[in-house]
């Protein structure tokens, strides 16, 4: 990697884990409040940002700023990403963190961050070695670089559409259940 | 100029501010590198890394290992995702530093001892380990950056992901509660 290309990753990952800690989500008990129903910051967070880069990424190719099939879509392994989602899941609840924010829970002095990503790299460890034994389930159903629209055979633009109206009515639901809370 | 007093904690974000300006850095990652965010593929080039200095040969043997690190620990610093983690370790403690949120703390509910907190927050993390690697992605890497370009896996990702905790919370309510 040339200085530059590192300084980009720096000055991305610092804006990442900033705004991540600005949402509260470097607090395990703040990420266990969506699990409970009591806190869905994660949703908010999580969604709002989807929407954003979404929208973002959508218009920007539009007005041909930038060239949206030069941006890196992750291949669809069907059983893979739904089973391998569901043990992530697993873990999620368990640990009361993910990867991503247990960097930053750790770098703002939570040991349990730590402690999670000491568990994170001993899962790793524990799949590699035993990686000939998944080998087969790892590769199979692949579907290739398929999108959501691709999927539902309807233009980008409407797959878009889409998920803005499912995230906003995601948002209205648990604005409501949060407003149910607290008037108890 | 005094900083805030850490005794002086400041609230967290608006949730959906807090959104919009991770969405921005995502869109960022997009336009000027091409992909987008990640955090568990990190992990894996440390664990690969950390494998071929101890045992290169086995290491090498193996195709999970050697995907991520096929000239040996040299190779961790040519790692994109290793540097933005370096820059989230910056960034997190940086916010937290100005908002008087840097705690030394263990974060658990009443119930559970910080010996159970951290044991059930390692294995957490080594069960995500392995969901991590079977999906190709965490949350970071698939359910922020893949649902953003709309990926069907990373949608199977985020539905598998979220369904599964939810139905196992009740196994950990009394970690919070």
């Not at chain 1, 709002?48 to 990424?57: D, N, R």
């Not at chain 2, 101890?54 to 000239?71: G, M, Q, T």
């Amino acid at each position: 990697m040339t200085g530059s290309e590192i300084a980009i990753a720096l000055v991305i990952g610092v804006g990442f884990g900033f705004f991540l800690e600005q949402g509260g989500m470097g607090s395990a008990r703040k990420l266990a409040g969506q699990f409970y129903l009591t806190d869905f910051a994660v949703l908010k967070v999580m969604f709002s940002a989807i929407l954003t880069a979404m929208l973002g990424l959508f218009w920007l190719g539009r007005l041909g700023l930038v060239d949206v099939g030069r941006v890196f879509v992750p291949e669809t392994y069907l059983w893979p990403h739904l089973i391998g989602g569901a043990v992530f899941g697993l873990g999620f609840v368990m640990g009361g963190l993910c990867p991503g924010t247990s960097c930053v829970a750790a770098s703002t002095g939570r040991l349990d961050g730590v402690a999670l990503m000491l568990g994170m790299g001993a899962g790793i460890v524990v799949f590699n070695e035993g990686f000939a034994r998944v080998a087969s389930f790892y590769d199979s159903s692949p579907l290739g670089t398929v999108t959501l629209g691709d999927l539902a055979g309807v233009s980008p633009g409407l797959a878009v559409l889409a998920v803005v109206v499912a995230a906003l009515g995601a948002f209205r639901l648990a604005e409501a259940i949060e407003r149910r809370r607290a008037a108890r | 100029m005094t900083g805030p007093s850490p005794r002086q904690e400041r609230p967290y974000l608006d949730p959906y501010l807090a959104g919009i300006g991770l969405g921005l850095v995502l869109l960022a990652a997009f336009v000027f590198v091409g992909r987008g965010l990640g955090a568990s593929g990190a992990f894996a080039s440390v664990v690969a890394s950390g494998a071929s200095l101890v045992a290169p040969e086995h290491a090498a043997s193996i195709p999970a290992y050697a995907a991520y690190a096929p000239e040996g620990p040299r190779s961790l610093f040519d790692e994109w995702l290793v540097w933005e983690m370096i820059g989230v370790f910056a960034g997190g403690a940086l916010s937290a530093w100005l908002a008087g949120r840097f705690r030394r703390t263990i974060e658990r509910g009443p119930r559970v001892t910080d010996r159970a907190r951290l044991a059930l927050a390692f294995g957490g993390g080594a069960i995500m380990g392995v969901g991590a690697k079977l999906a190709r992605g965490c949350t970071s890497g698939q359910a922020l950056s893949g649902g953003a370009v709309l990926s069907v896996g990373s949608w199977l990702f985020i539905v598998g992901a979220f369904g599964a905790a939810y139905l196992a919370a009740p196994l950990f309510r009394r970690e919070w509660t």
